[in-house]
T-cell receptor, first 114, second 114 residues
Framework: DQQVKQNSPSLSVQEGRISILNCDYTNSMFDYFLWYKKYPAEGPTFLISISSIKDKNEDGRFTVFLNKSAKHLSLHIVPSQPGDSAVYFCAASAHRTGANNLFFGTGTRLTVIP | KAGVTQTPRYLIKTRGQQVTLSCSPI?????VSWYQQTPGQGLQFLFE???????NKGNFPGRFSGRQFSNSRSEMNVSTLELGDSALYLC?????????????FGNGTRLTVT
């Protein structure tokens, strides 16, 4: 029962353009959302997070948008750089089940073409 | 500051055996969480330890167990290995158990059960 879904296994974008990665969730108890980036042979690296009391959070080139009514969040990377090529995981947690009990999506492989 | 260190990086075991994986968290981090990553299920939460006590547990059978030592180092044990236990096991540490401190992952231990 996948409670966090990333329906696009892969995405290719030209360098300098915007990358938009999408994530949907089914559990209405989720109140905190995170994005992680993973390079081959390395563990996931935290990118950015957002609380359910917000609908947008920015950190440099990365912006996460949250649409609670649609149970949807997205990660925007502008401008995209070749070094951004990696697998991106969306994750969610609920206060009731613990901040470190993260429910992950299956990932989207982003390829930024120079 | 050194990152999360997991040993060994690779492990091959036979069905029915048991295995112990080790994790050293970032210095000063007291919370350690374990995740299993498989191609079919993605990353799934196993358990979390804080101050030597298991604080949270995912939906895994009792063959999966762990412990945390007074220096915050943690071990994970899987007994009576099954073929389906073949996976990447990721350890993550954080400073606190709240959302202000995101998880920092190690590079994982790749376990293959034959």
């Amino acid at each position: 029962d996948q409670q966090v879904k990333q329906n696009s296994p892969s995405l290719s974008v030209q360098e300098g353009r915007i990358s938009i990665l999408n994530c949907d969730y089914t559990n209405s108890m989720f109140d905190y959302f995170l994005w992680y980036k993973k390079y081959p042979a390395e563990g996931p690296t935290f990118l950015i997070s957002i609380s359910s009391i917000k609908d947008k959070n920015e950190d440099g080139r990365f912006t996460v948008f949250l649409n609670k009514s649609a149970k949807h969040l997205s990660l925007h990377i502008v401008p995209s750089q070749p070094g951004d090529s990696a697998v991106y995981f969306c994750a969610a947690s609920a206060h009731r089940t613990g901040a470190n009990n993260l429910f992950f999506g299956t990932g989207t492989r982003l390829t930024v073409i120079p | 500051k050194a990152g999360v260190t997991q040993t060994p990086r690779y492990l091959i075991k036979t069905r029915g055996q048991q295995v112990t994986l080790s994790c050293s968290p970032i210095s000063g981090h007291r919370s350690v969480s374990w995740y299993q990553q498989t191609p079919g299920q993605g990353l799934q939460f196993l358990f979390e330890y804080f101050s030597e006590t298991q604080r949270n547990k995912g939906n895994f059978p009792g063959r999966f167990s762990g412990r945390q030592f007074s220096n915050s180092r943690s071990e994970m044990n899987v007994s009576t290995l099954e073929l389906g236990d073949s996976a990447l096991y990721l350890c993550a540490s954080s400073n606190h158990r709240d959302r202000s401190s995101p998880l920092h992952f190690g590079n994982g231990t790749r376990l293959t059960v034959t």
